[in-house]
């Protein structure tokens, strides 16, 4: 019985080192998950500010104003304005590619979030499942305890009336 009881002490010895090391993964994957979740945050700050297409458009419409003040001819005032037309939509199109970039980054980010949400949720679904299991574990061995002490009890209280009994014969 001793030995079944220090098999089963041991047991739940080693259920509890893996309960603490799942605890552990938790707390290690909620940290990854907030260092995610800010730099998606940084993200999408760094999205939002289109100021540059906007100063594009100003600059273009100094350019044109100040081409309409300057007396040049006709020919030239409309390669400057091409240049500037050109020049503007590189820079569009290199916003929009960047923009691109960035929404795809955010979804990969989202999607690995999502998926580390789901390992810890699994993880914690598991380590509930452990702890009831241990605690059944834990009651049964305390029952299986109360029986073998009240067994020994009778044991000694027979093992008693037989002394007793052998001494009157």
């Excluded at 707390?27 to 999205?47: G, S, V």
């Excluded at 960047?98 to 989202?110: A, F, G, N, V, Y």
Aim: hydrophobic share 30%; glycine share 0%; with cysteine.
């Amino acid at each position: 019985m001793e030995a079944d009881f220090s098999e089963m002490r041991n047991e739940l010895q080693s259920r509890d080192g893996l309960w603490r090391r799942i605890q552990l993964e938790c707390q290690w994957l909620h940290t990854e998950l907030l260092k995610i979740k800010k730099y998606k945050d940084m993200q999408e700050i760094q999205i939002k500010p289109q100021s540059s297409c906007v100063q594009l458009t100003e600059q273009l419409e100094n350019k044109n104003t100040e081409l309409l003040l300057f007396p040049r001819s006709q020919e030239s005032q409309q390669e400057e304005q091409n240049k500037i037309r050109n020049h503007v939509y590189r820079e569009e199109q290199s916003h929009c590619s960047e923009q691109e970039r960035m929404k795809t980054e955010i979804s990969d980010l989202t999607e690995e979030l999502h998926q580390k949400e789901i390992t810890i949720a699994t993880i914690m679904e598991k380590a509930t499942l452990l702890e009831r299991q241990l605690k059944m574990e834990l009651e049964t061995k305390d029952k299986l305890l109360a029986k073998q002490q009240l067994l020994e009890f009778q044991y000694q209280v027979i093992k008693s009336e037989n002394k007793h009994l052998k001494e009157m014969v």
